[in-house]
C-alpha cells in the first residue's frame, strides 16, 4: 500500500548542473539548476527550467544560447553556491574562483574547471507556469581529458557528477555500477 | 584544455523511469525512459521524451495521461528489459513480474513494486524531432511506506534510485551524501 504524498516535484534522480549565459552587459554568469533533462536524441537537445525571476532568465531569452557545465562532487560547494546568489549583483565566478570561457559555438560562457560542458543554441522557449523551459540543441560536448576512457567518451565514475534529491534537498554523488543497458533486462 | 566530443546527448546524471500507459485496447504497458526531468514547480510538472516509434506513444497521446514509476536498484533487471521488448506483442508486466495498478487520477498505471509513483496529466505535446516531449502535470505522488523519512517525505537513500549514464548505456547508484543544497555553498 503506497502513501500519498501530493502533488509535488519529488521524483528521483535529478541532475546538478550550472547553467551558463551573458547578460546584456556581456558579464558571464551562471546558475544551478536541477529541473532539466534530455530531450531528444536528433537533433540531440537538453531542457533546463528556469523562473522568470532568475537573472539569468532574461539571458537566455536575449543571447538564445546558454552552456550547462557538469560539476563534480569535488566542486559541490562551488555549485551550491551558484545557487544561493543573483548575478544582478554578484561575480559569482570571481567568487567562487571559477573561470568563464567563452564558447565558440554560442553566445555563452562554460566553467572551465567542470569536467564536462555541452553548448546549446535555444530551439525552443515554453512557458509552463513558474518555470520556463528552454529546449537547447546540444552544438557540441566537451570534456576534459582525465575525464575519458579508453574509447574517448567520457566516464561518469570520472566525472563523478552531483545528483539533487528534491525533498530533503541533499546533494549525493554517484555509486558503483549496476550493468550495462539493454543487457541485463535479458536475464528476464 | 577540453576535447571536443561532439553534437551528442552526453550529460549525467540522467534518470530509469519506467512510464506506465494503456494502449487502445486497456492493456496496461511501460516503457524505460532516460530523457526525462522535472521542468515546472507550480503547476508540478515532469517530462518526458519518446520516440514515435514507440508502443507508448500512441498511449500517452491517445489518453493523455501517463505515470512515472521509479524503480530501485535492486530492480535494475526488470527495468532494463522494459527498454527491450515492444508491448505491442508482449506484455512486459506479465513477464517481469510486476502489477499494473490502475490510478485513480489519471488514466494509465503504474507498477506496485516500485517504491515511489507520480501520476501524471499530460498538459502539452511538443515535437521536438525523434522524440516527443510530454509535459505531464504531477497530481500526486505515492510512496511506500518503508522509503519515507521520519518527517514522511522519501528518501532517496531508502529508494535507491537507477542512474543512467549515456554513451556507455551503464545503469549506476546512488552514492554518499555530499551535503545539503543552499548551504554548503555558505562556505564560499
Redesign the interface.
Known sequence: ???????????????T?IVGSYDAQGRPNGMVA??????????????V?L?KATYSYGSLVERKAFT?S?PS?RQ?????????VSGRDTDKFA??GWTPIRSDLVDAPFVQECP???ECKV??I?D????T?F?G?????????AV??VA??????K?L????????????????????????????
Open positions: 500500500m503506497k502513501r500519498s504524498i501530493g502533488a509535488k516535484t519529488l521524483v528521483y534522480p535529478t541532475p548542473w536541477a529541473w532539466g533533462g534530455i530531450c531528444c536524441s536528433d537533433p540531440p537537445c537538453l531542457a527550467s523562473r550547462v557538469v562532487q559541490v560547494k562551488e555549485a551550491d553556491y551558484f545557487g544561493l567568487a567562487a564536462l560542458v555541452l530551439l525552443q515554453y509552463l507556469g513558474l518555470h523551459q529546449v540543441q546540444i552544438l557540441d560536448v566537451k570534456a576534459d581529458e575519458l576512457d574517448g567518451m567520457p566516464d561518469i565514475l566525472i557528477p552531483i545528483i539533487f534529491s528534491p525533498g530533503n534537498r541533499v546533494y549525493y554523488g554517484v555509486g558503483e555500477s549496476l550493468g550495462h543497458a539493454f543487457a541485463v533486462g535479458k536475464e528476464i
